[in-house]
């Protein structure tokens, strides 16, 4: 079972609630201390059941890039090895008042890796209950989030299920349970890389990736033609100070691209 979302939501946290294994670094706030895919075997009822931490997108330390390029290899590795997985838990914070654009962009990235088939598996799991005050405002985000088909609604609609993780072991296993009689699914990503033979950036999720890219190219280069624009009416105006001030601008601007 693989854990995904952006850093911070509570995968490790999910995994060590779960397996009982201490070694699973937690983080105490927002960013992620999953810096590679790693994984947790435990033993329950006739069961061995393996988690699979992976790092997050949107991440404080590694480009998406370099987030991707460590799922791809793993997840190209045990697909050679025939080792499917049986499900795949998505977790979102409940107390997040909103999905931001990175938010969104991860989803995206979720769900271009996954592909229509493997969705059958997939748990959309909110966490961190026991820190809302207001039961009727979670509810009511939990519900925005179900009928907005721009962030769960249009999983939902292909067959991903929703959940809640309520911070427990007894809920966790509950989660693994519900998943444990499902049909192993390949990924997209694993298809597109190892029968398709495809290079990363040629996956779909590559592509996501490549398309956010363009766009900060794009407007990197709208704001140093605005400099540039200005720079020169700077010359034009005999203004050394707001010249200078225009060009060391331009430069960071430039470091962007």
Known sequence: ??????????????????????EVQVSGGLHSCTSKVQSYSF??????????????????????????????????????????????????????????GSAVKNLRMFQKLCGRGALMNVFLTTTQWS????????????????????????????????????????????????????QPEALDIQNQIVTQNRTIV???????????LIEQEKKYKRELEALERERQEAIAEKDEEMKELLAEEQKKAQEKL
């Open 1 to 22: 079972f693989a854990k995904m979302n952006m850093a911070g939501a509570g995968k490790s946290y999910f995994i060590k609630a779960v397996s009982g294994n201490s």
């Open 131 to 182: 820190r809302v005050t207001d039961l009727a405002d979670g509810e009511s985000r939990e519900k925005g989030l179900c009928q907005d088909r721009n962030f769960w609604g249009i999983l939902l609609e292909k067959g991903a299920t929703l959940q809640r993780f309520q911070g427990t072991r007894e809920s966790g296993l509950k989660l693994i349970a519900d998943l444990m009689s499902n």
């Open 43 to 100: 033993e329950h009822g006739d069961a061995t059941i393996t988690l699979v931490d992976t790092p997050g997108f949107n991440d404080t330390t590694r480009s998406d890039t370099e987030v991707l390029t460590e799922i791809c290899d793993w997840t190209s590795k045990t697909f050679k090895e025939e080792r499917l997985l049986s499900g795949i838990i998505y977790l979102h914070r409940i107390t997040d008042v909103r999905m931001d």
């Open 202 to 212: 040629e996956t779909d999720a590559g592509q996501c990736i490549n398309e956010e």
